[in-house]
Protein backbone atom coordinates (compact mmCIF):
# COMPACT_ATOMS: atom_id res chain seq x y z
CA UNK A 1 0.00 0.00 0.00
CA UNK A 2 1.16 3.56 -0.56
CA UNK A 3 1.20 5.88 1.66
CA UNK A 4 1.31 9.71 2.28
CA UNK A 5 0.94 10.68 -1.15
CA UNK A 6 0.45 14.01 -2.55
CA UNK A 7 -2.38 15.31 -3.71
CA UNK A 8 -1.81 14.82 -7.36
CA UNK A 9 -0.76 11.41 -6.67
CA UNK A 10 -3.68 10.65 -5.03
CA UNK A 11 -6.05 12.10 -7.26
CA UNK A 12 -5.25 9.96 -10.20
CA UNK A 13 -5.38 6.76 -8.32
CA UNK A 14 -8.92 8.15 -7.93
CA UNK A 15 -9.48 9.44 -10.75
CA UNK A 16 -8.19 6.25 -12.60
CA UNK A 17 -11.06 4.16 -10.53
CA UNK A 18 -13.81 6.45 -11.78
CA UNK A 19 -15.22 5.51 -14.65
CA UNK A 20 -18.35 7.38 -16.50
CA UNK A 21 -21.42 6.72 -16.06
CA UNK A 22 -24.62 5.29 -18.79
CA UNK A 23 -26.41 8.13 -20.03
CA UNK A 24 -30.19 9.06 -19.48
CA UNK A 25 -32.77 11.16 -21.31
CA UNK A 26 -33.79 13.91 -19.53
CA UNK A 27 -36.17 16.96 -20.10
CA UNK A 28 -34.37 19.66 -21.41
CA UNK A 29 -35.04 21.86 -17.63
CA UNK A 30 -33.93 18.21 -15.32
CA UNK A 31 -30.86 18.93 -17.78
CA UNK A 32 -29.59 22.21 -16.20
CA UNK A 33 -25.79 21.60 -14.95
CA UNK A 34 -25.56 17.78 -16.44
CA UNK A 35 -23.46 16.98 -19.32
CA UNK A 36 -24.97 16.40 -23.16
CA UNK A 37 -23.79 13.39 -24.45
CA UNK A 38 -24.12 13.81 -28.38
CA UNK A 39 -24.10 16.53 -30.28
CA UNK A 40 -27.15 18.63 -31.24
CA UNK A 41 -27.91 19.91 -34.39
CA UNK A 42 -30.24 22.65 -35.16
CA UNK A 43 -33.38 21.44 -37.20
CA UNK A 44 -33.61 24.87 -39.20
CA UNK A 45 -32.47 28.26 -39.69
CA UNK A 46 -32.10 31.04 -36.45
CA UNK A 47 -33.56 32.98 -37.10
CA UNK A 48 -35.76 31.53 -39.62
CA UNK A 49 -36.35 34.19 -41.86
CA UNK A 50 -35.27 37.88 -42.31
CA UNK A 51 -36.59 40.45 -39.68
CA UNK A 52 -36.65 43.53 -38.01
CA UNK A 53 -34.30 44.53 -35.13
CA UNK A 54 -36.28 47.27 -34.49
CA UNK A 55 -39.75 49.05 -34.18
CA UNK A 56 -39.47 51.08 -37.11
CA UNK A 57 -40.14 51.40 -40.91
CA UNK A 58 -39.32 48.96 -43.74
CA UNK A 59 -38.37 51.04 -46.88
CA UNK A 60 -36.00 50.34 -49.50
CA UNK A 61 -32.45 52.51 -48.90
CA UNK A 62 -32.19 53.64 -52.38
CA UNK A 63 -35.34 55.45 -51.62
CA UNK A 64 -33.04 57.54 -48.77
CA UNK A 65 -30.01 58.80 -50.10
CA UNK A 66 -31.01 62.17 -50.65
CA UNK A 67 -32.41 62.39 -47.06
CA UNK A 68 -31.24 65.76 -45.43
CA UNK A 69 -31.57 67.42 -42.34
CA UNK A 70 -32.82 70.31 -44.56
CA UNK A 71 -34.56 68.54 -47.53
CA UNK A 72 -36.53 65.03 -46.00
CA UNK A 73 -37.14 62.47 -48.07
CA UNK A 74 -41.07 61.05 -47.74
CA UNK A 75 -42.43 57.71 -48.20
CA UNK A 76 -45.75 56.58 -48.02
CA UNK A 77 -46.79 53.62 -45.18
CA UNK A 78 -48.28 51.18 -47.28
CA UNK A 79 -49.10 48.33 -44.88
CA UNK A 80 -48.07 47.53 -40.87
CA UNK A 81 -46.66 44.05 -39.71
CA UNK A 82 -46.69 42.85 -36.06
CA UNK A 83 -44.52 40.16 -35.46
CA UNK A 84 -45.56 36.73 -35.94
CA UNK A 85 -47.27 38.10 -39.52
CA UNK A 86 -45.89 38.50 -42.75
CA UNK A 87 -47.12 41.33 -44.97
CA UNK A 88 -48.72 40.47 -48.45
CA UNK A 89 -47.56 43.97 -49.75
CA UNK A 90 -44.42 43.99 -52.27
CA UNK A 91 -42.68 47.01 -51.34
CA UNK A 92 -42.11 49.43 -54.10
CA UNK A 93 -39.85 52.46 -55.05
CA UNK A 94 -41.09 55.48 -52.47
CA UNK A 95 -43.19 52.71 -50.48
CA UNK A 96 -43.12 51.63 -46.60
CA UNK A 97 -44.20 49.12 -44.29
CA UNK A 98 -44.53 50.11 -40.14
CA UNK A 99 -42.90 47.00 -39.05
CA UNK A 100 -42.33 45.64 -35.65
CA UNK A 101 -39.31 44.07 -33.90
CA UNK A 102 -39.44 40.48 -35.02
CA UNK A 103 -41.62 40.66 -37.85
CA UNK A 104 -40.63 39.45 -41.14
CA UNK A 105 -38.82 42.34 -43.89
CA UNK A 106 -41.84 42.62 -46.23
CA UNK A 107 -40.18 41.60 -49.87
CA UNK A 108 -39.11 44.61 -51.90
CA UNK A 109 -38.03 46.19 -48.90
CA UNK A 110 -33.90 46.19 -47.56
CA UNK A 111 -33.47 48.19 -44.36
CA UNK A 112 -35.29 49.19 -41.51
CA UNK A 113 -35.46 52.60 -39.99
CA UNK A 114 -36.54 52.93 -36.23
CA UNK A 115 -39.13 54.72 -35.09
CA UNK A 116 -37.40 57.50 -33.06
CA UNK A 117 -35.37 58.35 -36.46
CA UNK A 118 -38.50 59.29 -38.28
CA UNK A 119 -41.08 61.93 -38.59
CA UNK A 120 -44.23 60.01 -38.57
CA UNK A 121 -47.05 62.68 -37.53
CA UNK A 122 -48.47 61.77 -40.44
CA UNK A 123 -49.83 58.60 -40.25
CA UNK A 124 -49.74 58.13 -44.17
CA UNK A 125 -46.36 58.87 -44.56
CA UNK A 126 -43.37 59.53 -43.19
CA UNK A 127 -40.64 61.87 -43.17
CA UNK A 128 -36.70 60.65 -43.31
CA UNK A 129 -34.00 63.49 -42.68
CA UNK A 130 -31.22 61.12 -42.82
CA UNK A 131 -30.36 58.59 -45.22
CA UNK A 132 -30.78 54.60 -44.59
CA UNK A 133 -27.75 52.29 -45.50
CA UNK A 134 -29.27 48.92 -46.90
CA UNK A 135 -29.79 46.32 -44.41
CA UNK A 136 -29.89 48.60 -41.70
CA UNK A 137 -31.67 46.72 -38.45
CA UNK A 138 -32.48 43.45 -40.08
CA UNK A 139 -31.57 40.50 -39.00
CA UNK A 140 -30.44 37.70 -41.08
CA UNK A 141 -31.74 34.43 -41.85
CA UNK A 142 -29.64 31.85 -40.11
CA UNK A 143 -27.41 34.60 -38.65
CA UNK A 144 -27.66 33.23 -35.05
CA UNK A 145 -27.79 29.31 -35.57
CA UNK A 146 -27.66 27.86 -39.70
CA UNK A 147 -30.00 24.49 -40.20
CA UNK A 148 -27.73 21.45 -39.52
CA UNK A 149 -24.92 22.87 -37.46
CA UNK A 150 -23.94 21.78 -34.10
CA UNK A 151 -25.70 24.27 -31.29
CA UNK A 152 -24.85 21.80 -27.97
CA UNK A 153 -21.45 19.77 -28.80
CA UNK A 154 -21.42 16.57 -26.93
CA UNK A 155 -19.30 17.37 -23.70
CA UNK A 156 -21.23 20.92 -22.99
CA UNK A 157 -22.03 21.29 -19.48
CA UNK A 158 -25.22 22.43 -20.10
CA UNK A 159 -26.43 25.67 -18.41
CA UNK A 160 -29.17 27.98 -18.71
CA UNK A 161 -28.29 29.53 -22.03
CA UNK A 162 -27.85 25.82 -23.53
CA UNK A 163 -31.22 25.28 -22.13
CA UNK A 164 -32.74 28.28 -24.34
CA UNK A 165 -30.91 27.11 -27.48
CA UNK A 166 -32.09 23.22 -26.73
CA UNK A 167 -36.07 24.93 -27.10
CA UNK A 168 -35.01 27.54 -29.85
CA UNK A 169 -33.54 24.12 -31.88
CA UNK A 170 -37.19 22.18 -30.58
CA UNK A 171 -35.42 18.98 -28.26
CA UNK A 172 -37.95 19.29 -25.00
CA UNK A 173 -35.31 16.02 -24.49
CA UNK A 174 -31.85 15.37 -24.02
CA UNK A 175 -29.47 12.91 -23.74
CA UNK A 176 -27.09 13.40 -20.53
CA UNK A 177 -24.56 11.56 -18.38
CA UNK A 178 -26.28 10.14 -15.17
CA UNK A 179 -25.92 12.04 -11.42
CA UNK A 180 -23.40 9.87 -9.75
CA UNK A 181 -25.13 8.25 -6.68
CA UNK A 182 -22.99 8.52 -3.31
CA UNK A 183 -23.36 7.09 -0.16
CA UNK A 184 -22.35 9.05 2.80
CA UNK A 185 -21.94 7.11 5.93
CA UNK A 186 -20.57 8.55 8.78
CA UNK A 187 -18.85 6.53 11.75
CA UNK A 188 -18.22 7.35 15.20
CA UNK A 189 -19.41 6.07 18.35
CA UNK A 190 -19.96 9.95 19.75
CA UNK A 191 -22.50 11.21 16.94
CA UNK A 192 -25.83 12.23 17.43
CA UNK A 193 -28.53 13.40 15.19
CA UNK A 194 -29.53 16.88 14.87
CA UNK A 195 -32.65 16.43 16.53
CA UNK A 196 -30.39 15.00 19.77
CA UNK A 197 -28.60 16.98 22.64
CA UNK A 198 -25.56 15.90 22.73
CA UNK A 199 -24.66 14.27 26.44
CA UNK A 200 -21.49 12.56 27.70
CA UNK A 201 -18.91 13.62 25.55
CA UNK A 202 -21.38 12.89 22.30
CA UNK A 203 -21.84 15.80 19.34
CA UNK A 204 -24.30 16.39 16.86
CA UNK A 205 -23.18 14.74 13.38
CA UNK A 206 -22.46 17.62 11.16
CA UNK A 207 -20.25 15.68 8.61
CA UNK A 208 -23.11 13.17 6.81
CA UNK A 209 -25.07 16.40 6.22
CA UNK A 210 -22.14 18.93 4.65
CA UNK A 211 -21.05 15.93 2.64
CA UNK A 212 -24.67 15.25 1.31
CA UNK A 213 -24.90 18.84 0.75
CA UNK A 214 -21.89 19.23 -1.53
CA UNK A 215 -22.53 15.92 -3.11
CA UNK A 216 -25.89 18.04 -4.90
CA UNK A 217 -24.01 21.17 -5.07
CA UNK A 218 -21.64 18.87 -7.01
CA UNK A 219 -24.71 17.97 -8.86
CA UNK A 220 -24.42 14.24 -7.50
CA UNK A 221 -27.48 12.40 -5.69
CA UNK A 222 -26.30 11.78 -2.26
CA UNK A 223 -27.79 8.10 -0.32
CA UNK A 224 -28.03 9.31 3.40
CA UNK A 225 -27.05 6.65 5.47
CA UNK A 226 -27.76 5.70 9.29
CA UNK A 227 -24.63 6.53 11.30
CA UNK A 228 -22.84 3.82 12.23
CA UNK A 229 -20.66 2.81 15.62
CA UNK A 230 -17.27 2.25 16.06
CA UNK A 231 -17.45 -1.64 15.60
CA UNK A 232 -15.25 -3.42 12.94
CA UNK A 233 -18.51 -5.64 11.97
CA UNK A 234 -20.44 -2.97 11.96
CA UNK A 235 -18.80 -0.80 9.70
CA UNK A 236 -18.08 -3.73 7.56
CA UNK A 237 -22.20 -4.25 7.38
CA UNK A 238 -23.24 -1.25 6.51
CA UNK A 239 -20.40 -0.54 3.96
CA UNK A 240 -21.82 -4.26 2.02
CA UNK A 241 -25.06 -2.84 2.17
CA UNK A 242 -24.66 0.33 0.52
CA UNK A 243 -21.68 -0.84 -2.26
CA UNK A 244 -24.43 -0.43 -4.95
CA UNK A 245 -23.58 3.83 -4.99
CA UNK A 246 -21.46 4.79 -7.80
CA UNK A 247 -19.17 6.14 -5.26
CA UNK A 248 -19.14 5.26 -1.21
CA UNK A 249 -17.73 8.09 1.43
CA UNK A 250 -17.10 6.90 4.78
CA UNK A 251 -16.39 9.90 7.19
CA UNK A 252 -14.24 9.12 10.56
CA UNK A 253 -12.34 5.70 11.63
CA UNK A 254 -9.16 6.18 9.11
CA UNK A 255 -6.33 7.80 11.56
CA UNK A 256 -4.81 5.83 14.31
CA UNK A 257 -7.41 5.62 17.26
CA UNK A 258 -8.13 2.00 18.98
CA UNK A 259 -11.62 2.42 17.57
CA UNK A 260 -10.77 3.28 14.28
CA UNK A 261 -11.39 0.35 11.65
CA UNK A 262 -12.48 2.23 8.09
CA UNK A 263 -9.43 1.39 7.19
CA UNK A 264 -9.53 -1.87 7.75
CA UNK A 265 -13.03 -3.15 6.59
CA UNK A 266 -12.07 -0.93 3.22
CA UNK A 267 -8.59 -3.06 2.65
CA UNK A 268 -10.50 -6.66 4.10
CA UNK A 269 -13.71 -5.91 1.67
CA UNK A 270 -11.08 -4.39 -1.73
CA UNK A 271 -8.31 -6.79 -0.87
CA UNK A 272 -6.05 -3.65 -0.95
CA UNK A 273 -6.06 -0.43 -0.27
CA UNK A 274 -4.55 1.63 -2.91
CA UNK A 275 -3.45 4.36 -0.58
CA UNK A 276 -3.48 6.10 3.15
CA UNK A 277 -2.41 9.03 3.82
CA UNK A 278 -2.05 12.11 1.37
CA UNK A 279 0.35 15.03 2.73
CA UNK A 280 -2.60 17.78 3.21
CA UNK A 281 -3.33 20.08 6.13
CA UNK A 282 -6.28 19.32 6.90
CA UNK A 283 -6.98 15.94 5.49
CA UNK A 284 -4.16 13.52 5.80
CA UNK A 285 -6.07 10.24 7.09
CA UNK A 286 -7.47 9.56 3.69
CA UNK A 287 -8.31 5.81 2.21
CA UNK A 288 -9.19 4.46 -0.56
CA UNK A 289 -9.66 1.32 -2.21
CA UNK A 290 -12.23 -0.13 -4.59
CA UNK A 291 -14.91 -3.07 -3.52
CA UNK A 292 -15.96 -4.90 -6.52
CA UNK A 293 -16.25 -1.74 -8.84
CA UNK A 294 -17.26 0.86 -6.77
CA UNK A 295 -14.53 3.36 -5.29
CA UNK A 296 -14.60 3.56 -1.46
CA UNK A 297 -13.58 7.11 0.06
CA UNK A 298 -12.68 6.84 3.71
CA UNK A 299 -12.65 10.80 4.42
CA UNK A 300 -10.95 11.56 7.94
CA UNK A 301 -13.98 12.65 10.62
CA UNK A 302 -13.23 16.41 11.14
CA UNK A 303 -15.66 18.43 9.44
CA UNK A 304 -12.89 20.84 7.77
CA UNK A 305 -10.96 17.78 6.77
CA UNK A 306 -13.77 15.69 4.56
CA UNK A 307 -15.06 19.02 3.03
CA UNK A 308 -11.20 19.71 2.21
CA UNK A 309 -10.76 16.08 1.23
CA UNK A 310 -13.90 15.71 -0.87
CA UNK A 311 -13.14 19.31 -2.88
CA UNK A 312 -9.84 17.99 -3.83
CA UNK A 313 -10.90 14.09 -4.19
CA UNK A 314 -14.27 13.69 -4.80
CA UNK A 315 -15.92 16.35 -6.65
CA UNK A 316 -12.99 15.47 -9.30
CA UNK A 317 -14.14 11.62 -9.35
CA UNK A 318 -17.71 13.01 -9.64
CA UNK A 319 -17.25 15.08 -12.26
CA UNK A 320 -15.35 12.28 -14.56
CA UNK A 321 -18.38 10.15 -13.69
CA UNK A 322 -20.92 12.63 -14.76
CA UNK A 323 -19.07 13.06 -18.21
CA UNK A 324 -17.63 16.13 -17.65
CA UNK A 325 -14.51 17.10 -19.62
CA UNK A 326 -11.24 16.71 -17.90
CA UNK A 327 -10.45 20.15 -17.93
CA UNK A 328 -13.06 21.00 -15.66
CA UNK A 329 -12.37 18.50 -12.46
CA UNK A 330 -9.83 19.91 -10.77
CA UNK A 331 -10.48 22.66 -8.42
CA UNK A 332 -10.38 26.52 -10.16
CA UNK A 333 -7.12 28.34 -9.18
CA UNK A 334 -6.01 31.60 -9.80
CA UNK A 335 -3.23 33.49 -7.76
CA UNK A 336 -4.22 36.46 -5.17
CA UNK A 337 -2.26 38.75 -2.74
CA UNK A 338 -1.75 37.29 0.58
CA UNK A 339 -3.65 40.29 2.56
CA UNK A 340 -1.76 39.19 5.83
CA UNK A 341 1.09 37.54 6.92
CA UNK A 342 1.25 33.84 6.85
CA UNK A 343 3.75 31.30 8.95
CA UNK A 344 5.85 28.90 7.30
CA UNK A 345 4.29 25.10 6.36
CA UNK A 346 5.56 21.99 7.52
CA UNK A 347 5.67 19.11 4.94
CA UNK A 348 2.49 18.86 3.93
CA UNK A 349 0.45 21.24 1.56
CA UNK A 350 -2.07 23.68 3.77
CA UNK A 351 -5.28 24.45 2.46
CA UNK A 352 -5.77 27.51 4.19
CA UNK A 353 -9.29 28.69 4.34
CA UNK A 354 -9.96 31.86 3.15
CA UNK A 355 -12.01 35.08 2.11
CA UNK A 356 -10.85 36.06 -1.53
CA UNK A 357 -12.01 39.77 -1.73
CA UNK A 358 -11.80 42.04 -4.89
CA UNK A 359 -9.89 45.49 -3.88
CA UNK A 360 -10.71 48.64 -4.77
CA UNK A 361 -8.03 48.84 -7.14
CA UNK A 362 -9.25 45.61 -9.21
CA UNK A 363 -6.72 42.91 -7.89
CA UNK A 364 -7.45 39.92 -5.78
CA UNK A 365 -6.39 39.68 -1.83
CA UNK A 366 -6.90 36.44 0.30
CA UNK A 367 -7.26 36.80 4.20
CA UNK A 368 -7.13 33.75 6.17
CA UNK A 369 -10.66 32.86 8.13
CA UNK A 370 -9.19 33.02 11.40
CA UNK A 371 -8.19 30.07 13.32
CA UNK A 372 -7.42 27.50 11.13
CA UNK A 373 -8.01 23.76 12.83
CA UNK A 374 -9.67 21.13 11.31
CA UNK A 375 -12.34 20.99 13.43
CA UNK A 376 -13.31 24.26 12.70
CA UNK A 377 -15.77 23.98 11.01
CA UNK A 378 -16.77 27.96 11.15
CA UNK A 379 -13.75 28.87 9.27
CA UNK A 380 -15.19 26.89 6.16
CA UNK A 381 -18.28 28.78 6.76
CA UNK A 382 -16.88 31.79 6.56
CA UNK A 383 -14.69 31.45 3.18
CA UNK A 384 -14.98 31.21 -0.11
CA UNK A 385 -11.69 30.07 -1.31
CA UNK A 386 -8.88 27.81 0.06
CA UNK A 387 -5.55 29.62 0.06
CA UNK A 388 -2.92 27.12 -0.88
CA UNK A 389 0.14 27.18 0.95
CA UNK A 390 2.54 24.29 -0.70
CA UNK A 391 4.67 22.07 1.63
CA UNK A 392 7.79 23.31 3.27
CA UNK A 393 6.81 27.07 2.36
CA UNK A 394 8.96 29.78 4.49
CA UNK A 395 6.99 32.71 5.96
CA UNK A 396 4.72 34.90 3.31
CA UNK A 397 4.88 38.12 3.76
CA UNK A 398 1.89 40.59 3.22
CA UNK A 399 1.24 41.48 -0.35
CA UNK A 400 3.24 38.09 -1.70
CA UNK A 401 1.14 36.47 -4.69
CA UNK A 402 -0.58 33.36 -3.36
CA UNK A 403 -2.56 30.06 -4.97
CA UNK A 404 -5.87 30.03 -4.07
CA UNK A 405 -9.11 27.68 -5.21
CA UNK A 406 -12.41 29.01 -5.26
CA UNK A 407 -15.07 27.15 -3.14
CA UNK A 408 -17.14 26.18 -6.37
CA UNK A 409 -20.11 28.61 -7.26
CA UNK A 410 -18.78 30.95 -5.04
CA UNK A 411 -17.04 34.03 -6.38
CA UNK A 412 -14.83 36.88 -4.83
CA UNK A 413 -16.46 39.27 -2.07
CA UNK A 414 -15.70 42.89 -3.32
CA UNK A 415 -14.06 45.01 -0.79
CA UNK A 416 -15.17 47.17 1.96
CA UNK A 417 -12.97 49.57 3.30
P1 LIG B 1 -11.99 10.23 13.90
O1 LIG B 1 -11.11 10.29 12.72
O2 LIG B 1 -13.08 9.25 13.77
O3 LIG B 1 -11.20 10.06 15.14
O4 LIG B 1 -12.70 11.65 14.01
C1 LIG B 1 -11.92 12.82 14.15
C2 LIG B 1 -12.71 13.92 14.79
O5 LIG B 1 -13.81 14.27 13.99
C3 LIG B 1 -13.28 13.56 16.15
O6 LIG B 1 -13.16 14.68 17.00
C4 LIG B 1 -14.70 13.26 15.85
O7 LIG B 1 -15.54 13.46 16.94
C5 LIG B 1 -15.01 14.21 14.71
N1 LIG B 1 -16.06 13.66 13.88
C6 LIG B 1 -16.07 12.44 13.35
N2 LIG B 1 -17.18 12.22 12.62
C7 LIG B 1 -17.89 13.37 12.69
C8 LIG B 1 -19.14 13.78 12.14
N3 LIG B 1 -19.86 12.95 11.39
N4 LIG B 1 -19.58 15.02 12.40
C9 LIG B 1 -18.84 15.85 13.16
N5 LIG B 1 -17.66 15.53 13.69
C10 LIG B 1 -17.17 14.30 13.48
MG1 LIG C 1 -14.19 8.23 15.08
Known amino acids: MKQNLT ?90 VRIMTGAPIPDGADAVVRREWVDERDPREIALRKPVPPGSEIRRTGEDVRRGAVVVPAGTIINPATVGMLASVGRPFVTVAARPRIAVLATGDELVDFGEVPENGCIRNSNSYSLAALVYDAGGIPLLCPRVGDRAADVRAALERVLGADIVMTSGGVSYGDYDFVREVIRELAGELLFWKVATKPGRPLAFGVIGGTPVVGLPGNPVSVMVSFEQFVRPMLRKMAGMPAETWLPVRCRALAGEDLPANGNRRHYVRGVVRVREDGRLEAVATGVQGSGILSSMAAGNCFIVVPADSPPIDRGTPVTVEFFPGRTPEPFYC
Not at 19 to 31: H, Q, T, Y
Not at 67 to 89: F, I, T
Open 7 to 96: VEEARQIMLAAARPLPVERVDLLSALGRVCAADIAADMDIPPLDNSAMDGYALQAADTVAAAADGPVRLRVVDEVPAGARSEHVLAAGET
